[in-house]
């Protein structure tokens, strides 16, 4: 059994929300492997970390050690890991019998795909953290609150953009997230052509953030969804077979 670490939030349990364990979950589901939740809040996530064994994940500017999720703890091998790729690796190597999430001769392919998306999110995140934060129990809230107004350097209801603000920085997200669409081909399901793999869940889970975050009726999610001809809409479609929260 594998144990896999989320963020509690103020609606109970039983949903993956954050979008980083989310691409985990969506690994976890596509490989069938048997694995159980365990719900905790953002200040307890340096504790969990230390008290598995796993490693931070890097260094936070004041040169302290960064704690983060996902994470998870393989009872079979007793291997504690708290960094997605090296999560997916693991799992690759662990488990050859499941369907592969950085299918063969695309490692560095998959890991140019993560270097090149992930800093277009910074046109996302004005939208995404403010919203965060109002969905979180007292405990995270408060963390979170203080830790992301010291990185944006306000209040977070003055990240959020409004008004005319916000439609020029919302096309701008639109036209940044459209390189992403400009690497596939148009008839392309999946980031590698037929077959799913770690660089379509990372998208889903982001997909995955808007319907939860900001509502399935949203006009947010409803333009993910539409946008590049419709592309994030299908992908939401196709990885809804691997939605289960265990």
Same mark, same amino acid.
């Given at each position: 059994?594998?144990?896999?670490?989320?963020?509690?939030?103020?609606?109970?349990?039983?949903?993956?929300?954050?979008?980083?364990?989310?691409?985990?979950?969506?690994?976890?589901?596509?490989?069938?492997?048997?694995?159980?939740?365990?719900?905790?809040?953002?200040?307890?996530?340096?504790?969990?970390?230390?008290?598995?064994?796993?490693?931070?994940?890097?260094?936070?500017?004041?040169?302290?050690?960064?704690?983060?999720?996902?994470?998870?703890?393989?009872? !079979? &091998?007793?291997?504690?890991?708290?960094?997605? #790729?090296?999560?997916?690796?693991? +799992?690759? @190597?662990? %488990? $050859?019998?499941?369907?592969?999430?950085?299918?063969?001769?695309?490692?560095?392919?998959?890991?140019?795909?993560?270097?090149?998306?992930?800093?277009?999110?910074?046109?996302?995140?004005?939208?995404?953290?403010?919203?965060?934060?109002?969905?979180?129990?007292?405990?995270? !809230? &408060?963390?979170?609150?203080?830790?992301?107004? #010291?990185?944006?350097?306000?209040? +977070?209801? @003055?990240? %959020? $953009?409004?008004?005319?603000?916000?439609?020029?920085?919302?096309?701008?997200?639109?036209?940044?997230?459209?390189?992403?669409?400009?690497?596939?081909?148009?008839?392309?399901?999946?980031?590698?052509?037929?077959?799913?793999?770690?660089?379509?869940?990372?998208?889903?889970?982001?997909?995955?953030?808007?319907?939860?975050?900001?509502?399935?009726?949203?006009?947010?999610?409803?333009?993910?969804?539409?946008?590049?001809?419709?592309?994030?809409?299908?992908?939401?479609?196709?990885?809804?077979?691997?939605?289960?929260?265990?």
């Amino acid at each position: 059994m594998i144990t896999l670490y989320d963020f509690a939030w103020k609606f109970g349990q039983g949903v993956c929300w954050n979008p980083h364990v989310g691409k985990l979950r969506y690994c976890l589901n596509y490989k069938g492997l048997q694995y159980k939740t365990i719900w905790i809040e953002y200040p307890d996530v340096k504790a969990t970390i230390e008290k598995i064994g796993a490693k931070s994940t890097g260094l936070q500017p004041t040169g302290e050690p960064w704690y983060t999720i996902p994470a998870i703890v393989d009872d !079979a &091998t007793g291997v504690a890991l708290a960094e997605s #790729a090296d999560i997916v690796e693991y +799992l690759d @190597n662990t %488990y $050859p019998n499941t369907p592969r999430l950085i299918p063969e001769g695309t490692h560095a392919l998959q890991a140019a795909f993560r270097d090149a998306f992930y800093p277009k999110l910074a046109y996302y995140y004005p939208f995404l953290v403010p919203i965060t934060e109002t969905v979180l129990n007292p405990p995270s !809230a &408060t963390f979170f609150r203080a830790k992301y107004e #010291a990185i944006f350097g306000k209040k +977070l209801e @003055n990240v %959020y $953009p409004e008004g005319q603000e916000r439609v020029v920085a919302w096309n701008k997200w639109k036209e940044t997230i459209g390189g992403v669409d400009a690497w596939m081909n148009k008839d392309d399901i999946w980031m590698m052509g037929n077959t799913p793999s770690f660089a379509d869940f990372i998208l889903a889970s982001f997909i995955l953030s808007a319907k939860t975050l900001f509502g399935a009726d949203s006009q947010e999610y409803k333009e993910v969804l539409e946008m590049h001809d419709g592309r994030w809409g299908r992908l939401a479609k196709n990885v809804e077979r691997y939605n289960r929260v265990l």
